[in-house]
């Protein structure tokens, strides 16, 4: 009798081993869990198929961003079950921009966002995959996604994950960007790239209902509020600019506060991280939406300049169209080269106008000379700046 018994638990422990490797196969496996990659994990959950998010960091935690997000994405993020209409969340409906030496103007928000840090919708983003059904993994540092005829293998901390479909939601850099040689993250530094970006949370006295854009020699700071009445601090300069200043500190107060406005605001303010958050060596050059068979979205994809505020709603809408392409691949109804194709035609179609433009702005913010120049310039010119801000914003979609 006592082999039949070993023979049972002995195909009970097959069997098991058998689900604890199928449970590392997947239809789709998306590696970071910033906004693009959540927003498109819940949308494939939804739609029946099996999806795992892997996330280097745990949640919650702060992410170098303006925080600012335009309201053509409030009714997508509703459709995902974020409530939204509940959080009393601050609307955003005016735009301060000042020059190094001062000059200023305001101008309504043609359609206008709201404030919410990525320390909560990050989080609760995540919380919301979860119910879904998405196996969210954090403290998973994604080293490698390797392709093949069968699919993707995905190195995470040792472990190997397989799905049919990747995507990259990895945020402005990656290692995986250098691991796969793409051209922004290996090119010498220039015009587009090596920025520096620095973030803090702050208390201050300032109109919940505007973000403000404050310019700086070779830099811009953009504040607004958020949630629990605490307003977002983030600047981005150059490399260079850092370094010569001889650290952040330094960087505050010998050149940011040159800026009547900056001068008020950092030394009126209450800080409350006990450090700033910062990310090095941004780059607004173009990017592949496809890489390696790897769909990107989010900043790996595009980045455009923070000056244009409108960053995570393109990580959002991106999210969206590639939901759509990726269920119609694993459904059988489009090859995967078809699948590439249609989202790549779909994102430059949706967002290479917004970066073009953004370009083009980031371009007229470096030398103090000639910002006070350009809003000197268009002061006068209200239709103008209207006209600058719609070429960077969409439609709700």
Not at 188 to 215: E, Q, W
Not at 296 to 308: S, T, Y
Request: with cysteine; glycine share 10%.
């Amino acid at each position: 009798m006592g082999i039949p018994v070993a023979g049972h638990f002995g195909q009970l422990l097959v069997n098991f081993i058998q689900d604890l490797n199928s449970s590392d196969k997947y239809d789709v496996a998306i590696a970071g869990g910033g906004l693009g990659g959540l927003a498109l994990s819940i949308q494939l959950a939804r739609s029946g198929h099996s999806v795992v998010l892997l996330e280097k960091e745990t949640y919650p935690f702060h992410r170098v961003c303006g925080e600012y997000i335009s309201l053509e994405c409030w009714n997508f993020l509703e459709n995902l079950g974020y409530p939204l209409s509940d959080m009393d969340l601050p609307l955003i409906t005016n735009l301060l921009v000042s020059a190094p030496d001062g000059r200023s103007f305001q101008r309504k928000l043609p359609l206008g966002g709201f404030g919410i840090s990525r320390y909560k919708i990050d989080a609760d983003l995540a919380a919301i995959a979860r119910l879904a059904g998405v196996n969210v993994i954090e403290n998973c540092k994604v080293n490698d996604i390797r392709y093949d005829q069968s699919g993707f293998t995905f190195d995470c901390n040792g472990k190997e994950i397989r799905s049919q479909v990747a995507a990259g939601s990895f945020g402005k850099r990656s290692n995986l960007d250098l691991k796969w040689k793409r051209p922004f993250a290996t090119r010498k530094p220039g015009k587009l790239s090596n920025y520096i970006g620095v973030k803090y949370h702050i208390r201050t006295d300032l109109p919940a209902d505007s973000i403000a854009l404050h310019n700086f020699d070779q830099g811009y700071c953009g504040i607004s509020r958020v949630e629990d009445g605490k307003y977002c601090l983030c600047y981005l300069t150059t490399a260079r600019q850092l370094k010569n200043a001889g650290g952040i500190s330094a960087l505050e107060q010998s050149v940011l506060s040159k800026n009547p406005f900056l001068k008020k605001i950092f030394s009126e303010s209450v800080f409350e991280m006990e450090e700033a958050v910062t990310i090095a060596q941004v780059s607004f050059a173009r990017k592949s939406q496809v890489e390696n068979h790897v769909l990107m979205v989010g900043d790996a994809a595009g980045m455009i300049a923070p000056l244009c505020g409108n960053g995570m709603s393109m990580a959002l809408h991106a999210s969206k169209i590639a939901a759509g392409y990726i269920s119609l691949f694993l459904a059988g109804e489009i090859s995967r080269e078809a699948m590439e194709e249609f989202y790549v035609s779909e994102w430059k179609r949706s967002f290479s106008g917004r970066l073009r433009t953004g370009r083009l702005i980031q371009g007229l913010f470096g030398a103090s000379w000639l910002t006070n120049l350009f809003v000197g310039t268009l002061r006068p010119f209200p239709k103008i700046i209207t006209y600058l801000i719609r070429q960077t914003h969409g439609e709700p979609f």
